[in-house]
């Protein structure tokens, strides 16, 4: 089983946020630990995790650095986990690449699904034996962070409410609810940064993608 992970800093080893000292080891990032437990759901099977997440990814970078690496891939799941710094309201004149400068959020809800379709699109074309794409929906933060950052929280909730759209525009795709899971147990979930996800939370995003492809392989048995 051939799984591409696309995410952000979130699917990475993390500092902690006040010291030096390692926060989340490479053991404990969630593409590491699903890879741990679909080893153990399916023993007789090889498990390859290509872990593609990088820092400040987004839907942008997706359409334009992913599409052709994946094509050339060719997993069987896909697990797309951006959109966070695509969201996120940023201070004035922040931005990391040219197309970014004066917009807040750097990508709007319609560019994140414009790109989103895109990508999924030339997937499902161009990718044989493609059986799922599994989308991570942007986790919730720390009240002090979305006081921080006025809008995100709001920005948060449109874009994840448009993910279920998706879902059921899609049946290819399958939709993790991280949002849900952090939000019952919110300050275990995270960082001491208040944004990324803890040693549980990476946990809990683990659990859920392991969830749905279990689920589709069950299914796609009958």
Same mark, same amino acid.
């Given at each position: 089983?051939?799984?591409?992970?696309?995410?952000?800093?979130?699917?990475?080893?993390?500092?902690?946020?006040?010291?030096?000292?390692?926060?989340?080891?490479?053991?404990?990032?969630?593409?590491?630990?699903?890879?741990?437990?679909?080893?153990?759901?399916?023993?007789?099977?090889? $498990? *390859?995790? /290509? =872990?593609?997440? @990088?820092?400040?990814?987004?839907?942008?970078?997706?359409?334009? &650095?992913?599409?052709?690496? %994946?094509?050339?891939?060719?997993?069987?799941?896909?697990?797309?986990?951006?959109?966070?710094?695509?969201?996120?309201?940023?201070?004035?004149?922040?931005?990391?690449?040219?197309?970014?400068?004066?917009?807040?959020?750097?990508?709007?809800?319609?560019?994140?699904?414009?790109?989103?379709?895109?990508?999924?699109?030339?997937?499902?074309?161009?990718?044989?034996?493609?059986?799922? $794409? *599994?989308? /991570? =929906?942007?986790? @919730?933060?720390?009240?002090?962070?979305?006081?921080?950052?006025? &809008?995100?929280?709001?920005? %948060?909730?449109?874009?994840?409410?448009?993910?279920?759209?998706?879902?059921?525009?899609?049946?290819?795709?399958?939709?993790?609810?991280?949002?849900?899971?952090?939000?019952?147990?919110?300050?275990?979930?995270?960082?001491?940064?208040?944004?990324?996800?803890?040693?549980?939370?990476?946990?809990?995003?683990?659990?859920?993608?392991?969830?749905?492809?279990?689920?589709?392989?069950?299914?796609?048995?009958?």
């Amino acid at each position: 089983m051939k799984i591409q992970i696309i995410g952000d800093s979130f699917g990475l080893p993390r500092f902690n946020n006040k010291t030096n000292s390692i926060e989340v080891e490479f053991e404990n990032t969630y593409p590491e630990l699903l890879r741990k437990e679909l080893r153990l759901f399916y023993p007789n099977e090889d $498990i *390859i995790i /290509v =872990n593609s997440s @990088k820092r400040f990814n987004n839907s942008l970078f997706l359409v334009r &650095n992913e599409i052709m690496e %994946t094509i050339l891939i060719q997993p069987e799941y896909i697990v797309l986990q951006v959109g966070i710094v695509d969201c996120w309201s940023r201070e004035p004149d922040t931005y990391i690449i040219e197309e970014f400068k004066g917009k807040n959020p750097w990508i709007s809800k319609e560019e994140y699904f414009s790109n989103l379709d895109i990508f999924i699109s030339n997937c499902q074309k161009n990718i044989q034996g493609l059986k799922g $794409i *599994i989308v /991570v =929906n942007i986790t @919730k933060a720390s009240l002090e962070q979305y006081n921080k950052h006025f &809008n995100s929280f709001g920005n %948060t909730w449109d874009f994840n409410n448009e993910l279920k759209t998706l879902k059921h525009k899609n049946k290819e795709i399958l939709l993790a609810d991280a949002y849900r899971e952090f939000s019952k147990n919110i300050e275990r979930a995270l960082c001491s940064d208040g944004v990324h996800p803890s040693n549980y939370g990476n946990k809990l995003i683990a659990n859920l993608v392991l969830e749905e492809i279990c689920t589709n392989k069950k299914n796609s048995q009958f």
